[in-house]
């Protein structure tokens, strides 16, 4: 598959197409997600608006010791007052089972827009984080992650 | 000490030390290798969920259970006080068996002998809470057990053990833990294998767990028969880790990937 | 197992944002893994996380099986009055925990 330039193409044109990719991964229901199916669980929370890469920070390692427990924190610039404010972070990955991994949401109480956790990454992918803020526009940032498994896996 | 006893115990001190040995100012816990945010999640008590255990076994602590209802509490007070520098050195000999226990079993000893209740199976949520309240009491304390006349035969045993070679794979614990650590194992750093931090949380298993159950994780990785839980062979195998170990700090609950 | 440690500071400046840090026991069990004779191990996991701050709700998170086992949640909140704090956890098979943490605010 062709990769566009921009997250906003990409996201554009996998919009395109969503109607044919959303009918296939239902009926293949395939072991892990697919960027198409990240894709459509992005438009569940962003609908049509358009979203932008900026603004959002997402730190990850580059490098994790075990997919099981990886650290997670996201930050958003923003006032945080009730004109101006991040009302939600939802955080989605490419190639885990599911895309969903955590939606956060803030008011004008937060005082700032950061949040931490811990996340479970299957395998060596890209975890996209967008923020929706309260005059309706969206934002996105993107880390590539490499996974690694433990040596000796003993018996469950 | 007189000379010649000086002399004889020079000479027993420079026997036992191996050339293979990591030499002592080159011995490093495994927090060592682990990456930053580990590390962090090992050293935050509210990120560490170890402490989730530690907690649990603080309750349980007080609790009086048994025919004799009788809490750890009763006897022991505070563990605060009382188990300071206890798990730091554990295996400890025990006169009633002849040889040396560790924790766990130290643990269900009282159990059924002060408090007439049942012994907790190994790897038991409550197991596994008791000891890591206790071991909590010791972090940050130097690792010493106790060498001497009666446990010398056993750290033996144990030495003998970390040396053998075992398995399908045919490998002794010394092959990669004294000979290669520092190296990668499948994407993996091997440490040295001390059990600084024992019990710990190890992000593979996703919960708390004991340096037993490690063992029998690392003999089933290089394809060797794992002994049973409490069996003699990883006692010893503990009490010389924990010997190899001697000064370092203790860092438990640790968290480990 | 103990439900949860809580970390909140005890006194703060009205105004200031303080950082609350929250850990919950709790296995998250994805519904992907299987038993060794095959058979699937079924979901069970915290769907929600909610906190209010003298009963008005000020952060919530919505989790899915890919959060790590034994929760972990650090968010801010700005001190703006004396009182307490309320953390809930809702999940699969009923599941419900609650913690509560008293501030005082100057």
New interface residues.
């Given amino acids: 598959m062709q990769r566009p330039t921009s997250r906003r193409e990409f996201l554009r044109a996998a919009g395109a197409a969503a109607g044919l990719g959303l009918a296939a991964a239902i009926a293949v229901r395939p072991a892990e997600a697919t960027p198409a199916a990240m894709q459509d669980a992005i438009r569940k929370v962003v609908g049509t608006a358009r979203v932008s890469p900026g603004r959002v920070k997402l730190d990850l390692p580059p490098l994790v010791e075990n997919g099981n427990t990886v650290p997670l924190a996201v930050s958003v610039e923003s006032a945080m007052t009730e004109a101006d404010h991040v009302r939600a972070i939802h955080v989605f990955t490419e190639k885990n089972p599911q895309p969903d991994v955590v939606g956060f949401r803030f008011g004008p109480r937060a005082g700032r827009a950061s949040v931490a956790t811990r996340v479970r990454l299957a395998d060596t992918q890209t975890v996209i984080a967008i923020a929706e803020l309260s005059d309706g526009s969206f934002w996105s940032a993107s880390v590539a992650v490499v996974v690694t498994l433990a040596a000796c896996l003993e018996e469950a | 000490m007189r000379p010649v006893a000086a002399a004889v115990w020079a000479i027993v001190v420079a026997a036992s030390v191996f050339a293979d040995e990591i030499p002592p100012a080159e011995r490093r816990s495994g927090y060592d290798f682990?990456?930053?945010?580990?590390r962090?999640?090992q050293d935050?008590?509210?990120?560490n969920?170890g402490?989730?255990?530690v907690?649990?076994g603080a309750?349980l602590w007080q609790r009086k259970i048994g025919t004799a209802a009788r809490a750890c509490a009763d006897c022991h007070g505070d563990a605060r006080a009382s188990m300071a520098a206890v798990a730091a050195r554990y295996p400890a000999f025990d006169a009633e068996r002849g040889r040396p226990i560790n924790l766990e079993q130290r643990i269900n000893a009282c159990r059924v002998a002060r408090q007439g209740a049942p012994a907790l199976s190994w790897e038991s949520?409550e197991l596994l809470?008791l000891t890591a309240h206790v071991a909590r009491q010791s972090r940050g304390l130097p690792i010493g057990v106790t060498v001497d006349a009666r446990t010398q035969p056993f750290l033996d045993a144990g030495r003998a053990t970390f040396r053998r070679r075992q398995g399908q794979l045919n490998l002794a614990c010394s092959q990669c833990h004294d000979d290669h650590w520092g190296r990668q194992?499948?994407?993996?750093v091997i440490p040295q294998a001390h059990p600084t931090g024992y019990p710990i949380y190890r992000?593979?298993w996703?919960?708390l767990g004991s340096l037993q159950r490690r063992l029998?994780?690392?003999l089933?990785?290089?394809r060797a028969e794992p002994y049973d839980y409490g069996a003699p062979e990883l006692v010893d195998l503990e009490l010389y880790l924990m010997w190899r170990a001697r000064g370092m700090t203790f860092e438990a609950p640790a968290v480990r990937? | 197992m103990a439900n949860a440690l809580i970390s909140v500071p005890a006194r703060a400046r009205r105004g200031e944002i303080i950082e609350i840090k929250t850990l919950v026991s709790h296995p998250m069990e994805t519904g992907y893994r299987r038993t060794q004779l095959g058979a699937r191990i079924p979901r069970d996991i915290i769907r929600l996380f909610v906190c209010t701050y003298n009963g008005t709700e000020i952060f919530r998170a919505e989790l899915h099986p890919a959060i790590a086992a034994n929760p972990f949640i650090v968010f801010p909140t700005v001190a703006t009055e004396s009182g307490t704090l309320t953390f809930q956890w809702t999940g699969d098979n009923g599941f419900s925990a609650t913690e509560s943490a008293a501030i005082t605010v100057e």
């Fill in positions: 682990m990456s930053r945010e580990t962090a999640m935050d008590e509210i990120a969920p402490m989730l255990w907690l649990e309750s949520r809470a194992l499948a994407g993996n992000l593979e996703q919960s029998r994780g690392c089933v990785g290089i990937p």
